[in-house]
């Protein structure tokens, strides 16, 4: 490791200071503002929190193969690190949080940096990293990362962001997984948005991360406490810091350096060597003597960093104080605290800024070529853009289960174990995972062709003492299923660590995770920062709805399609055939490969090229599969999110559409009904989502003046009569399809799922809460037209 270039690295420090704290006063002060009064916000007491710790490691300990997650209301500092570099435009800090410019948070997708992991939702940030590092592993496993160095996988993450349950869920899967080349930071000013922090959280840190096998580096006092604990009477000084409370440190900080005199003369001023040892100093060097925590401290900090040479995951407790080197530092009330014009001035002056050169990078920087020379050299920026791509993996057909009569769950464990039959290079890069549901969501026969994966094989023992079972269940470096522990929130989060292993290493990998349909809400946020982040998976919720029926209430879910419609970044699909859903898995494959960006798809109005990840929603219900489709214009329709099961006669009066596991009810219906109403229709719906988002898009684009835009929602409903009624049916909340009716202007009855808790049979349930075949033709029996005679 080099000699740290602390000479360098303070003027860094002071620059990321001055720019942080700049971006964000131009944003709140300067910037002419559309919205009045309106604060823009931006957080300067917690990035001056954290300008030290991210000076020591993006301008010396971190290297090319690095990936970082920074906190996320340390953004300003992160931008000001790429401008001082010339890889931030001045314009996007002016425009720091205004439309287009540097964001709110470190964002992936929206900033033009490299930003490796988006953060915004604490705790999450924490926990990407870590499962980056079990995503390193597992390639550098299958080989495909040989010859590079293992890159280190940090979070810096804020003191507060440990009262997050998912850091501990996290913490504990890491261990089971044998993690390494994982760093946390942690800035720790003890502090949080509304006040300070409980007494003594370090101890319950240290014994939390020890007991996970994780190394704890504490860097609690900088370089000049340490120098002042060695003089005469500085025993006594440590002694009192040690046991200072968190509050009075931080009042004392806010007051500065004449209240510090005082309070620590009250305390400790009788023994005449502690005296003596404030008295030699100024009520200035007396405060920054007090602020000099270690994580403040580039001596102490690039000590910290450099002396930790192995793989070893390794969480870094930095002492620091919010606010640093601001007058906000310390003020119980700084979260949201922004400097007035006066104190920026005088930090300006303090930090040697000539007036008018407020953005020059290197304004009142001495020997401006000698630090140029530095910054060109500084490891971490050295190898240019850390975002790497890959070429999409060939995607095969994927041929539909022949079962007469099966469920969309068992014939999804049936496509995917045919793929690892027939093996080829996308099957090689499927990544499965599940929360402690591998078998129960039939990811079993897939297991048992392609192993579970560990770094150090496991033997399967209860197959070597010769218990029968049919589920093969060995651990090997080549498997391919992630056991993960039941935290549903890992599993997302896994799922978008993996999703990101083309962009974060350059290699692809197709990650499927299963778990059971309610359980999509445990792990919703982590979801939603996977798609925030662009990752691309597949994430398949089985068993849903009340169809799962004896399984019992708590399990039922009700208002996951509705996740399914809103989530940003995933396209869900609900089939209810397995003709339908190899056609969905294969489209999905590809779907989660593409980065493109042509215009939309004339017959749908839906943006496909950009790619995204897929979720869906599967049932154990045995339904009785239609005769071979083969007809180009069924597929297309599956993919595009609906089809005629039933075309309507030109005089129907009544059309049931369906979504998932209810399409024998929607036949049945159909089928008594059409005595009477010939021309009835039936419309398979298999993704709410898309129908949705085309019509919502075509509507968005003849607003715009494409008057031809129509969506595949139009097509299929502008032909229907006026009079005809629409009649939508799903086993979940019916919202999910009720908006039909606006479509083309149709009455609509929404039959759906409500309420859930209740157990019994699919027939009961469906019949408890109104949607089978009884609840679908009594609804077309009130509806306007001629009354319905029943057949038997
Ligand atoms: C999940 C979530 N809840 C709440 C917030 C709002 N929030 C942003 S920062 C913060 C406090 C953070 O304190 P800490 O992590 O100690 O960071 P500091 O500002 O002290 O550096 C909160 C509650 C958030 N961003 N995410
Ligand atoms: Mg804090």
Redo the contacts with the bound molecule.
Sequence with gaps: MSTPPIPHLRIVQQRLLWLACWTVHNANALRPKDDGDIKVGG?Q??SA??VSLMTALYFHALRPEDRVAV????SPVLHAAHYLMGRQSRENLENFRAFGGAQS?PSRTKDSIDVDFST?????GAAMPLFAALTQDYLHAHGWIDGRPAGRMVAL??????D?GNIYEALQEGWKHDLRNTWWVI?Y??????GV?REGLWRRIEAIFTAFDWRVVRLKYGALQRAAFAEPGGEALRDWIDACPNALYSALTYQGGAAWRARLMDDIGDQGKTAALFDRRSDADLAALMENLGGHCLETLCEGFDAVADDRPTVFLAY?V?GHGTPLAGHKDN?AGLMTPAQMADLQTRLGVPEGQEWEPLAGVPDPDAFRAFLDDVPFFAAGSRRTRTDPLPVPTLPAPQDRVQSTQAGFGKILDALAKDGGPLSDRVLTMSPDVTVSTNLGPWVNRRGLFARDAQPDTFRDQKVPSTQKWAFSPTGQHIELGIAENNLMLMLGAAGLSHSLFGQRLIPVGTLYDPFVARGL?ALNYACYQDARFVVVGTPSGVTLAPEGGAHQSVGTPLIGMSQDGLAAFEPAFLDELALIMGWSFDYLQRDGDAAPDERTWLRDETGGSVYLRLSTRPVEQPLRRDDPGFAQGVIDGAYWLRPPGPNADVVIAYQGCVAPAAIEAAGRLAGDRRDIGVLSVTSADRLNAGWTAARRARARGQTGARSLAERLLDGLPRHCTLITVIDGHPATLAWLGSVAGHRTVPLGVEHFGQTGTIADLHRHYGIDADAITAAARLTPGRPVRFAG
């Design positions: 957080h007491a917690s929190s954290m906190k996320p209301h340390a948070y915004g939702s604490v705790g999450l993450i804020g003191d507060a962001e440990l997050e800035d000013n003890r502090q949080s948005l509304d922090m620091t919010k979260h946020d």
